[in-house]
């Protein structure tokens, strides 16, 4: 599983209010969702994440369980969030709903806005123009949500597979 | 020689772990409130199953839209409420009941438990010596459904809490001192293991108040050992016995260790915008303050009240403040012992078992330039309203004084 990306990059400590505030949270529409990802730091920047590859510093979606953090990069067209660390939550979250996220150590003095990166998911390679970071790779159970498009579509066909 | 962590998902998973391994536990409770209670119902009924592992191993209580401040927050808790009936959930509490972190220690979980819960202050039920980690709505359901939850076991780390603090000084101060020290990212991976030497000096209340900060540490999980104290809150309130309880192997192996004396442990403030900006009241004494809110799963227990009500004893705010104890039960002994009275003829707004202002949703949502102290958890942009408002972490007895004279303020400097 190969992505392919020209870098937004974000700072550390990005948490999930500022992913996706509160007010939000009513509703799981990821199209609504989308159209407010990081409303309180940049209100317009869903115009320009489709096809982006988040890069971030220290435990990047700290704060709350909100799915909908999660729901609403995936749904702007992030196809990756590579981070130097991430917080718990998020990061189930993310594979939970088919988003890509690499902990990638050192990759945020590697990488500027809009710079162009590859990321092997399975083995967390990071390609920045020559170079090649070392990141954590998705594994496992993991890997096999994440395969499956995310955890709803996983359980959908572990139920079909029980039934049939 | 194993640590708490290790022993009880080792029992969990039905096999000896170790750090870093991944693991299926079976969990004891699941449980969810209004706010990602409708998603987990949502996730459920897209994976076509309505079933739930347990009935009594699941536990709902409305607390983040109580009471309803929208339709749409309306017919959120309609489809839970209807769920809750259709599957004939025991442990359901509608509104007027409690926070659910704040219920789940009254009134459900014992020591040594696995807790999954669909929020991230899940934390909070670790003051009882339990496993609790907060999830996402997908896995809760999934967890709902099968009684079950992957998880990676976190790297122990120990927590020494010595001597008894001082007056005022309560756990929200010694979770801030823990941020002051180590800051939001050190414990990535890791779960903390707190042992309290003087057991009485370090009540239940205030352990509830630094599992609940245990996620702003961004620890996995953040574990009172239980010992006298943890026995005599259980009896308290709920007249269950219990002597013996899971506790960690005296040379258990934790990747780090480090000590806290009470005694030292200042008025403490976090600044905007990240819990992890730490500084002492006193640096921040000019600071002035439009809305104090004392409340929320971190600082609205009865310990909380009854710091505020002896700073604020016949005298009036000069902050709008608001107070929000966290469950009925606490509202009532509240009430019983003279605080809700006191604070109320010092010009609080006091109701009970709302979230209310922490998340920004209502009941005190700041504007544009305003200020609060706030006895919650998170002073993230945005958080409790406008992203140019700002919020300052504090404990009760800065928020309490804070209120009085309409700047941060200690509790010495109330006249």
């Known amino acids: 599983m190969i992505v392919e990306g020209r870098v937004i990059k974000l700072g550390d400590k990005i948490d999930t209010d500022v992913i996706i505030p509160a007010k939000h949270l009513k509703s799981t529409d990821p199209q609504y969702l989308a159209q407010h990802v990081f409303e309180p730091i940049d209100p317009e920047f869903y115009k320009k994440a489709q096809g982006a590859i988040i890069v971030a510093g220290k435990v990047f979606g700290m704060g709350s369980s909100r799915e909908q953090a999660a729901i609403a990069i995936k749904a702007a067209g992030v196809r990756a969030v590579v981070a130097e660390s991430f917080a718990r939550i998020f990061y189930r979250n993310a594979i939970n709903n088919g988003l890509p996220a690499i902990a990638c150590p050192g990759i945020t003095s590697e990488v500027k806005d809009g710079d162009l990166i590859m990321v092997n998911v399975e083995t967390g390679e990071v390609m920045v123009g020559g170079k090649v970071l070392r990141g954590k790779g998705v594994s496992g159970m993991a890997l096999e949500i994440l395969k499956a498009g995310g955890l709803i579509e996983y359980l959908k066909r572990l139920q079909q597979g029980s039934r049939g | ?415």
């Open chain 2, 1 to 415: 020689m194993k640590t708490l962590t290790e022993k009880i998902l080792s029992r969990a998973s039905g096999r000896e772990v170790s750090p870093g391994d991944v693991v299926e536990v079976g969990v004891d409770l699941v449980a969810f409130h209004d706010l990602t209670g409708y998603h987990v119902i949502e996730v459920m009924e897209r994976v076509g199953v309505k079933k739930v592992f347990r009935p009594e191993g699941v536990v709902i209580a409305f607390d983040h839209l109580v009471p309803p401040p929208d339709v749409r927050s309306a017919e959120i808790q309609q489809t839970i409420r209807r769920f809750a009936r259709e599957l004939k959930l025991p442990n359901f509490h509608d509104v007027g009941y409690g926070i659910l972190h704040q219920v789940l220690v009254e009134s459900y979980v014992m020591p040594g438990q696995v807790v999954v819960v669909a929020d991230s202050h899940a934390s909070t039920s670790g003051a009882l010596g339990a496993f609790a980690q907060g999830m996402g709505a997908s896995d809760v359901a999934a967890a709902a459904i099968t009684g079950r939850a992957w998880l990676t076991v976190p790297q122990p780390f120990k927590v020494v809490l010595e001597g008894r603090p001082r007056q005022w000084i309560t756990g929200k101060e010694v979770s801030l001192e823990i941020l002051r020290v180590f800051k939001a990212d050190y414990f990535v991976g890791m779960s903390i293991e707190a042992f309290v030497e003087e057991p009485k000096a370090f009540p239940m209340d205030y352990r509830i108040t630094v599992a609940n900060m245990g996620v702003e540490m961004n620890a996995d999980a953040l574990m009172f050992v239980p010992d006298e104290e943890t026995s005599k809150y259980l009896k308290e309130m709920r007249g269950v016995s219990l002597s013996k309880f899971e506790r960690p192997d005296s040379g258990a192996k934790y990747v780090d260790e480090y000590s806290i004396e009470l005694d030292n442990v200042d008025f403490l403030v976090a600044a905007p915008s990240s819990v992890d900006n730490v500084k002492s009241a006193r640096e921040l004494s000019g600071v002035e303050v439009d809305v104090v809110f004392i409340g929320s799963c971190t600082g609205g227990r009865l310990s909380d009240l009854e710091v505020a009500a002896k700073v604020m004893k016949g005298k009036r705010v000069r902050s709008r403040c608001i107070v929000v104890p966290a469950s009925w039960r606490t509202f009532k002994r509240a009430l019983e012992l003279g605080y809700v009275q006191t604070l109320v003829e010092a010009g609080c707004v006091v109701t009970y078992g709302t979230c209310g202002p922490c998340i920004g949703g209502h009941f005190g949502v700041l504007g544009p330039g305003e200020v609060a102290v706030s006895t919650s958890n998170r002073n993230f942009i945005g958080r409790m309203g406008s992203p140019q408002s700002k919020v300052y972490l504090s404990g009760p007895a800065v928020a309490a004084a804070t209120a009085v004279l309409g700047r941060i303020a200690e509790p010495g400097e109330v006249p």
